[in-house]
Antibody, heavy 122, light 107 residues
Framework: EVQLVESGGGLVQPGRSLRLSCTTS????????MSWFRQAPGKGLEWVGF??????????EYAAAVKGRFTISRDDSKNIAYLQMKSLKTEDTAVYYC?????????????WGQGTLVTVSS | DIQMTQSPSSLSASVGDRVTITCRAS??????LAWFQQKPGKAPKSLIY???ILQSGVPSKFSGSGSGTDFTLTISSLQPEDFATYYC?????????FGQGTRLEIK
């Protein structure tokens, strides 16, 4: 069974950093692309970024709102995807989700984690 | 950025009804469109990709169609568990963008 579990969320002050983890099981992690999304309270879904598998170069795409502040990475030996967030702003407050995408380097989200809440507030 | 517009924003229907949700892209996205279902307080669930292909395990009561700029999600024979918010998403180009969501409520 495919499982994705996000962790690392919490309350953080503006300007500080936080790292989210997406721990996976039930599939060969290294074969799949992974994505991050977020959802602000009461709002719709927003794409954060996407990392391809090593087969497709491991390249990464970011949304403009987070580019330069957020970094997506992956550790294929641990089956974990990361979202490093720096210079956090109050508008980054949201539930953050990771998804398992396809083996073809295309950002089609197949499975979702349960999400982790990040609250940016002083 | 490609803008995705869903209609209606909300919809009331009864158990057993068939409903259709429309999603329009601001430019041609071929068939690079996905649909998601989200229930309150829960993570989204992937329903459809490539405009019409059901994700594994998704019942055939869900169907998608369209290409270019106009797409539809149809849900037949609504059951209580189908009442949720539905989102379309384009992945033709970055940034990936979503529609604003359609809230499907019980009449």
């Amino acid at each position: 069974e495919v499982q994705l579990v996000e962790s690392g969320g919490g309350l953080v002050q503006p300007g500080r950093s936080l790292r989210l983890s997406c721990t996976t099981s039930g599939f060969t992690f290294g074969d799949y692309a992974m994505s991050w999304f977020r959802q602000a309270p009461g709002k719709g879904l927003e794409w954060v970024g996407f990392i391809r598998s090593k087969t497709y170069g491991g390249t990464i795409e970011y949304a403009a709102a987070v580019k330069g502040r957020f970094t997506i990475s992956r550790d294929d030996s641990k089956n974990i995807a990361y979202l490093q967030m720096k210079s956090l702003k109050t508008e980054d407050t949201a539930v953050y989700y990771c998804t398992r995408d396809t083996v073809f380097g295309v950002a089609i989200s197949e499975s979702w984690g349960q999400g982790t809440l990040v609250t940016v507030s002083s | 950025d490609i803008q995705m517009t869903q209609s209606p924003s909300s919809l009331s229907a009864s158990v057993g009804d068939r409903v259709t949700i429309t999603c329009r892209a601001s430019q041609d996205i071929v068939n690079y469109l996905a649909w998601f279902q989200q229930k309150p307080g829960k993570a989204p669930k992937s329903l459809i990709y490539s405009a019409s292909i059901l994700q594994s395990g998704v019942p055939s009561k869900f169907s998608g169609s369209g290409s270019g700029t106009d797409f539809t999600l149809t849900i037949s024979s609504l059951q209580p568990e189908d009442f949720a918010t539905y989102y379309c998403q384009q992945y033709n180009s970055y940034p990936i963008t979503f529609g604003q969501g359609t809230r499907l409520e019980i009449k």
